[in-house]
């Protein structure tokens, strides 16, 4: 809440007042880290730190118990390995001035020493609770004998040069997030390990490398437009635009249907957070469909692949991290964003019509006129939000991070007056699932930042520029291969850890071969939301089962024409560069 007050206020004294805050983004610099160091230990008090669990779901309980508790005890042996560092970094950091707050950067940096003290705690904690002696005594002698012979055999390990980086960044990073370790842990421990095995570089670099990925003021954005897609939910905001859509095409054969495509389209516009678009949605629309004889399975189906077609469209978390990532202009991405999803949407649309062309529907009466133009009137205040957000950053009124603050202070201001539907005891739940979604997120870019340094410290980055720029087919040929590369990466990795990893190291090579770089941005984008959504292994399929309380495996059948159709629209966004820099150009 402070954050949306102080960057709110950021805007009015800057674009009102004229007079700048210019201490403004370094305090909310300062409690920035404190905001995601601190998100990431109600993530772990929460078990809600991202992960896979595809493969452990179905193991025997007492085969499961023994693996979590391994998990739990390679997640203490990360922690322990960083948390001297971390302490040390608050040290060298403290004779640091800030410019403009002149006080000590130690208060900032100290964020990161004490949230991994308390997951320290925490984790602890929940070993003593849940664990059996036997479980752990196997699991902590694993991990101990893994540490001393890494110790013992650094020479020879060392001696084999690039297959280290196969070792600890192929097999063990694969083999953690398959036992189910948070993605952040396998990140984390697998760097940790590869630099103390066979680099002399000190643990230091590892926590000022988290601290700069984690640290960056345009990541700020991704807190804010969380919070922002949950109060349109709680708000009514959501539901009334979802109605004005069933009144106007809810009476057509798979009515509902488009509605869903249409509302996904619509929110994604506003929050940002897949979880949130597919949470606001899905029950305001699910009950309805079924009484009009949908299928559960199909209904998950579309929506999954439904937050697989809007992962560009503005505010994405994924386009805000890439822009930071990477360099390319936010407003640029968020200006190319649009016309992508609409081919996927339509893409989408072509399969819902074919499924219900001969479906029977004589039961749904066609809004009246009168009813139409009733529900857009009322929600005419939600439908402005996403033209709201996007007329302050084109016209420079906030920044990219700021942005978000304004679109929190119009969603408290139009759904206290017009829709009046929001219950104050929500909001303290609402702002702790924030916190814990995004320390989630951003501890997963700090360990992916410290990840990709030292693959670039490796040579690995050069090696593979080179192999990459070589590839057959030129500019079509490297965009190909990106694209399946970016859907596989989407289905293990999630967005934005693949996007951290691999768009430093791939965008160079798409600009020395012309490729615009919001063209590039789109297929890499597109191609991951693709692999997010996407059983056996994306993540993002299992969120909508869980969300529409579906089982996944009657879904699973379901979801693959939507998906098909999606590729040929990333065949689409492939092939012609327009339908991501057409509005570039018009602008």
Known sequence: MAEVVLLFANVFYRYVLHDPLIWGDELATLLFIWLAMLGTVIALRRNEHMRLTTFIAHLRPARRAFIDTFGAVVVIAF???????????????????????????????????????????????????????????????????????????????????????VIFFVVAVVFMVVIGVPIMVAFGLSTVAYLSTVTLTPMLIVIGRIDEGMSSLILLAIPLFVFLGALIEAMGMAQAMIRFLASLIGHFKGGLSYVLIGAIYLVSGISGSKAADMAAVAPALFPEMKKRGEDENELVAMLSASGAMSETIPPSLVLITIGSVTGVSISALFTGGFLPAVVGALAMIAVIWFKNRKRELKEVARAQPREVGKAFLVALPALALPFVIRAAVVEGIATATEVASVGVAYTFVVGLLFYRSFKWNRLYPIIVSTASLSGAILIIIGCATAMAWALTQSGFSRQLVLLMAAAPGGALGFLLISAAAFVLLGSFLEGIPAIVLFGPLLFPVARSLGINDVHYAMVAIFAMGLGLFAPPFGVGFYAACAIAKVDPDGAMKRVWPYLGALAVALLVLVAVPWVSTGFLSAN
Do not use: C, D
């Open 79 to 165: 922690i322990v390995a960083l948390l001297s560092p971390a302490w040390e970094y608050v040290s060298e950091e403290w004779a640091i001035t800030s410019a403009a707050l002149e006080i000590s950067n130690g208060y900032r940096v100290a964020a990161l020493a004490v949230g991994l003290s308390l997951m320290l705690a925490i984790s602890i904690a929940r070993l003593m609770e849940q664990a059996r002696p036997l479980h752990f005594v196997i699991s902590a002698a694993v991990v101990g004998g893994i540490a001393l012979a890494l110790m013992t055999f650094k020479v020879a390990m060392t001696a084999l040069g690039n297959w280290n980086l």
